[in-house]
């Protein structure tokens, strides 16, 4: 993505001259250099949030994203505690607090349980479950200092924990994570902290998986059409705002009304 490209999801306002910077929040969102993580980042910066990015492995997307987030722009791999520990301490020394968190990685594979690898079943729980407790736990004592908000990007179709055909490994992974996100905010609550949980539906993107062009999905939604990372980023928005300020332990799906 190109930085105008990345400009045209969301200017970020500078930090006002005569102000102090320490009046606008400060925002972490994970998976942030592509993808629905990418527009929800460029939608914080756009609100005025001191926005800090992520990346893992898209050194291109990343050197891209510096034009507009430097420098709030972070390196690390998730599924690593150290590096979950290290990335929080890096905002904080920064910024000098964490007010919202919004935690989009989450790797997707498809096909019929009989082909599912165990690596693969791993690696579902790896990006999905585990990089959200590692980051959960990296972040909890800053969001208690300053009553924050957390968010986790699940998947549409968590409710009622059902089947799913041809991705039950990632679809079981995101059941858990929800799972996690409630459990999460009941001890949270005590502490001044919101989490939720955001479920997209089809969104696709530059990088998105082929699975978001399937005409055979696509005919499934009752919209009509799939989502925009701008209508996801709107909703984060709003989760990681006090306008959602009595909303606590729930799941947002965005999905043009697919798999409700
Ligand atoms: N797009 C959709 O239609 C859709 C639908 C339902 C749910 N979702 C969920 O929405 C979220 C975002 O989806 P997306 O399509 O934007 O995903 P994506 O294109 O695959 O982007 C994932 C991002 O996560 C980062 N990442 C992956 N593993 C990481 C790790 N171990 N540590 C740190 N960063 C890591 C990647 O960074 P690098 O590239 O630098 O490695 C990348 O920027 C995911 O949780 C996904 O399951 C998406």
Not at 2 to 13: D, H, N
Not at 132 to 139: C, I, N, R, T, Y
Request: charged letters at 20%.
């Amino acid at each position: 993505m190109a930085p105008q490209e990345i400009q045209s999801l969301g200017t970020p306002r500078p930090e006002p001259e005569g102000t102090s910077p320490a009046a606008s929040p400060v925002t972490l969102v994970t998976g942030s250099v592509r993808g629905l993580g990418l527009a929800v980042a460029c939608a914080c910066a756009e609100r005025g949030d001191r926005t800090h990015i992520v990346w893992r492995g898209s050194a291109g997307a990343a050197s891209e994203a510096e034009a507009v987030f430097a420098p709030r722009v972070h390196r690390a791999d998730l599924t690593r505690s150290a590096d979950a520990k290290k990335l929080v301490g890096d905002v904080i020394a920064r910024d000098g607090r964490l007010d919202h968190v919004v935690h989009c990685v989450g790797a997707y594979t498809s096909g019929p349980l009989v082909e599912t690898s165990f690596d693969d079943w791993r690696r579902m729980f790896e990006s999905n479950l585990e990089t959200s407790l590692h980051l959960a736990a990296g972040v909890r004592d800053a969001l208690r200092a300053s009553c924050g908000t957390l968010v986790f990007f699940g998947c549409a179709g968590l409710e009622g924990l059902g089947g799913r055909r041809q991705a039950a490994a990632y679809a079981a992974a995101k059941s858990a994570l929800l799972v996690f996100a409630r459990s999460l905010a009941l001890e949270e609550a005590t502490h001044g902290v919101r989490v939720n949980m955001l479920s997209p539906g089809i969104v696709p993107h530059q990088d998105a998986h082929p699975d978001t062009e399937s005409p055979k999905r696509l005919a499934s939604i009752p919209l009509g059409r799939v989502g925009t990372p701008a209508e996801i980023a709107e909703a984060c928005l709003w989760l990681s705002s006090p306008k959602s300020s009595y909303t606590l332990g729930q799941n947002l799906t965005v999905s043009g009304g697919w798999l409700i």
